[in-house]
């Protein structure tokens, strides 16, 4: 997986340095305007007393950090976060692996099966969750009216998928997935077709059966390309918001709430910009910390 | 150690179509180095992939040691592959790459060493057992992919153009280093080239294949000395064999047949002291314009067309040490002779070696 830069042949920007920073001008700018700006914003919030309609800004320190730390539902969203993210990656990783494996072979509709499978991640966030939010509604649920139909559940019984605690937490993190697979699948079969097709077939001439090849060659092999999925689908995860906002908001008692979503909840809904900028500040360690180590694990698993 | 056979094997990759093999059917000997060799598209490399399980024959059947093994997965088969790209497994050490065989044929952990270190032994390679491929020259990958398959001790090797990723300079010394190999386990070998030097220097006996078919088996010296057809004559030698055509019959002499009549003559008088007294024999004169010449160290190589005669206009070569100090300059014309005993005869409409037509043949 190593890619060396090349050596740009002609030195083009060096002998007309304007043409080089126009050329780079607009992804710095988008950078310093989308993420960094709204970066320092927040900083500067966390620090202070902001609210919505609020005229003046007061600097108070550590404030908002020592009363969002005490508040359980602060607690509780965290916790959610990482049981979402763990989760959701946990079976993102294993179902697109499958998925790579079943599709990396021709068959004949292998492009229908591709293109259907790469929909939902295609498909824009809100819709696919709407159609979702339909599909697990407490009336009108097909996935109930199934199991009632073959007399899994009587009808007066029925679970409410998004209404109870844990089925609810178990139902955004499935949609969740549904979402990432397709995603987590595309890399897994670029990983794959980078395998030469040589190595699978001297280890099924050395012996080795289906298991082995796949937990002691194809995957090892596949390592730094799995990181990178791993790497994004837990920034994906960690930081998305709009299947909790769109399923539950939240609920029921902040059972499915998550960090991003509380700052939402608490910095925009609630007015409190402050509380909300220092709950989303929470997140920077974390992912920093994530971006790291699978940086790290991919170049020293880089192989050939 | 086995014997492989295959009895009509035929694989067809897509219905309709000419298959890739068609009717192979062969059988080696005990301990044999047999060399299948042809142009790429012959079928050489389907046809041992067939015999490795890694493809499934359209029809026919493949015996390795007496036992029908087309049902059998390759880990059943006994056999060991080297492949072209060596296919060493990247994130391994060479130890664990050397290992992986014994691994996963249940081979028990504590013998593992000994015989990786054996292996590694055998083949020169055991200073390198801790570093990844990735950091091994050409030459030691390939020594080790032949450890990794001499490790399990498998009933047939299988080798798949396994020098050809090597520079000309080192490919000479792996290809002395596999024969001194195979001398030493043994076991018998199918081999896979398009290269006629290898599979002139290292076979016992040579398969030579084009589109799907066998067109003859035997020793290198059968096949070049006596090739079975006008393919087989031309794909063999380097300047390939002259085929002029005349009548029905397609005439061919190899171009180090083919002398200015003054070298021939002077031979006839003087007896060659490497064949004693033998005589030359009766020979057919032809006029030869020279077009150009190579001149390529040890050897001249002249390129040019009959002049005169049956076969007037037809394009020959001739190639002669350059301690013969004749000179043919380009465009004029030569008196050139062929001795008859050399000359080799084919039917015109199917290929094949036909019976010696008497003369004259100017």
């Known amino acids: 997986m190593a890619v060396t830069p090349g050596k740009p042949a002609s030195s083009g920007a060096s002998r007309s340095p304007i043409l080089g920073a126009v050329m780079f001008a607009p992804s710095v700018l988008f950078i310093v305007l989308l993420i960094g700006v709204p970066f320092c914003l927040a900083v500067l ?31 509780k969203a965290l916790r959610n976060s990482i049981v979402f993210t763990l989760c959701a990656q946990a079976i993102v990783i294993v179902c697109s692996n499958v998925l790579s494996i079943a599709l990396e072979k021709p068959f004949r509709g292998r492009g229908l099966v591709r293109f259907l499978i790469l929909l939902p991640w295609v498909a824009p966030v809100s819709l696919g969750t709407i159609g979702w939010k339909w599909i697990l509604d407490s009336i009108y649920s097909v996935i109930t009216w199934v199991l009632v139909a073959f007399h899994f559940v009587k009808p007066y019984s029925a679970p409410m998928w998004l209404g109870e605690p844990h089925l609810a937490m178990a139902s955004v993190i499935l949609v969740h997935c549904w979402r990432l697979i397709p995603f987590s699948t595309v890399i897994m079969l670029a990983g794959r077709s980078a395998i030469s097709k040589e190595i699978p077939e001297a280890a099924a001439i050395d012996g080795a059966g289906f298991w082995r090849t796949t937990f002691q060659i194809n995957l090892p092999m596949m390592a730094p390309i799995l990181s990178v999925a791993v790497l994004f689908g837990i920034i994906f995860t960690f930081t998305d918001m709009t299947v909790v906002y769109i399923l539950t908001a939240g609920g029921p008692f902040d059972s499915t709430q998550t960090l991003p979503s509380l700052a939402f909840a608490t910095g925009i809904a609630g007015s409190d910009l402050a509380a909300g900028a220092a709950i989303s500040l929470f997140l920077v360690p974390v992912l920093v910390l994530v971006a790291y180590l699978m940086l790290r694990v991919a170049h020293r698993a880089e192989v050939v | 150690m086995a014997v492989v056979e295959t009895r009509n094997l035929t694989k067809v990759f897509k219905q309709g179509e000419l298959g890739a093999v068609n009717d192979v059917s062969l059988i080696t000997e005990e301990g044999e180095f047999l060399v299948f060799l042809g142009p790429s598209g012959s079928g050489k490399t389907t046809l041992l992939r067939m015999i490795a399980g890694l493809e499934t024959p359209t029809s026919g059947e493949i015996l ?75 030459g030691e990958r390939q020594r080790v992919a032949l450890a990794r398959a001499i490790v399990r001790e498998p009933a047939v090797f299988l080798l798949d153009e396994p020098l050809s990723n090597l520079d000309a300079k080192l490919r000479a010394s792996a290809r002395e280093e596999l024969e001194r190999f195979h001398e030493s386990v043994g076991t018998t070998t199918i081999y896979v080239t398009h290269d006629q030097v290898e ?87 032809l006029n030869l314009r020279v077009s150009h010449e190579e001149y390529l160290g040890s050897e001249r190589i002249l390129y040019g067309a009959i002049e005169g005669g ?53």
């Open chain 1, 45 to 75: 919030y966390a620090f202070s007393d902001a609210r919505i309609g609020s005229s003046g800004l007061h600097f108070v320190g550590l404030e908002n950090f020592r009363s969002i730390l005490q508040s359980p539902s602060f607690r």
């Open chain 2, 64 to 138: 390795i040691g007496g036992q029908v093994v087309n049902r059998l997965s390759p880990r059943e088969r006994r056999i060991a592959m080297v492949f072209q790209s060596y296919a060493l497994y990247p994130h391994l050490t060479v130890y664990k790459n050397i290992a992986f065989p014994l691994k996963a044929q249940g081979v028990p952990t504590t013998e593992h060493r000994k015989k990786v270190e054996w292996a590694a032994g055998l083949l020169g390679i055991g200073k390198l057992l801790d570093r990844k491929p990735r950091e091994l020259s050409g």
């Open chain 2, 199 to 285: 599979a002139m220097a290292m076979g016992d006996r040579i398969v030579v294949m084009n589109f799907g078919e066998v067109r003859q088996v035997g020793t290198p010296a059968e096949v070049y000395d006596e090739p079975a057809d006008t393919f087989v004559a031309t794909f063999l030698g380097s300047p390939p064999m002259n085929l002029v055509e005349k009548e029905d019959v397609v005439v061919g002499f190899r171009p180090e047949h083919f002398f200015p009549v003054s070298v021939l003559a002077g031979r006839a008088a003087v007896p060659d002291p490497m064949r004693g007294a033998d005589r030359e024999g009766p020979y057919v004169p």
């Open chain 2, 310 to 362: 049956a076969f007037h206009g037809k394009k020959v070569i001739s190639r002669m040490s350059s301690t013969l100090s004749v000179r043919c300059d380009p465009g004029s014309v030569h008196a050139f002779a062929v001795t008859e005993r050399h000359l080799k005869f084919y039917d015109r409409s199917t290929g094949k070696r036909t019976a010696a037509r008497p003369g004259p043949w100017r």
